[in-house]
T-cell receptor, first 115, second 113 residues
Framework: EADIYQTPRYLVIGTGKKITLECSQT?????MYWYQQDPGMELHLIHY???????EKGDLSSESTVSRIRTEHFPLTLESARPSHTSQYLC??????????????FGEGSRLTVL | SQQGEEDPQALSIQEGENATMNCSYK?????LQWYRQNSGRGLVHLIL?????REKHSGRLRVTLDTSKKSSSLLITASRAADTASYFC?????????????FGTGTRLKVLA
């Protein structure tokens, strides 16, 4: 089992609220990713990080922001949630160097519903 | 647009039968991976095949890769009800830069007991 944790698993909030989705991994992985996935659909990369103080936007435009102050922590923030943000958000990580097998390790996901 | 297209989109088979799903991609790749996702959960890595490999086996899984056709297939032999899940291919593209993975549209497999 992968040691990567996402909280909350489920969140229902009203429009205009600020939310932060937490992602933590205890494997010491440098690379971390956020994907957005609508039910039964493909994953879209929205943010990624190569290490501390490194963040990049992914291929799908997103109004969310991320930070990477510590290796193990990669939170995603929405300043003002809207119904169009309703989706599942998946966090993943990947080691570098000799531990790199190419495999991505995923958390269980955070399902966000904005009313 | 997404790198990977998978077909079929959905597949329903009887327990014990083999399941084959296909993935096509558009750009040059370093490797191609297959992941499994149970409903409402995260993805779990199944198998990786590098661009210089043509076939790989892992237990009941067999993956093939044809870089000339930019396609891959995943075969699950002797399927079980517990194999019911969505299956995604993911490519690490040489043109999009390393460390970024592009996922396909997924195949939803249902294995009937």
């Amino acid at each position: 089992e992968a040691d990567i944790y996402q909280t909350p698993r489920y969140l229902v909030i009203g429009t205009g609220k600020k939310i932060t989705l937490e992602c933590s991994q205890t494997m010491g992985h440098d690379k971390m990713y956020w994907y957005q996935q609508d039910p039964g659909m493909e994953l879209h990369l929205i943010h990624y990080s190569y290490g501390v103080n490194s963040t990049e936007k992914g291929d799908l435009s997103s109004e969310s922001t991320v930070s990477r102050i510590r290796t193990e922590h990669f939170p995603l923030t929405l300043e003002s949630a809207r119904p169009s943000h309703t989706s599942q958000y998946l966090c993943a990580s990947k080691p570098t160097g000799t531990r790199n097998t190419g495999e991505l390790f995923f958390g269980e996901g955070s399902r966000l519903t904005v009313l | 647009s997404q790198q990977g297209e998978e077909d079929p989109q959905a597949l329903s088979i009887q327990e014990g039968e083999n399941a084959t799903m296909n993935c096509s991609y558009k750009t040059s790749i370093n490797n191609l991976q297959w992941y499994r996702q149970n409903s409402g959960r995260g993805l779990v890595h199944l198998i990786l095949i590098r661009s210089n490999e043509r076939e790989k086996h892992s237990g009941r899984l067999r993956v093939t890769l044809d870089t000339s056709k930019k396609s891959s297939s995943l075969l699950i032999t002797a399927s079980r009800a517990a194999d019911t899940a969505s299956y995604f291919c993911a490519t690490e593209s040489t043109t999009s830069g390393t460390y970024k993975y592009i996922f396909g549209t997924g195949t939803r497999l249902k294995v009937l007991a």
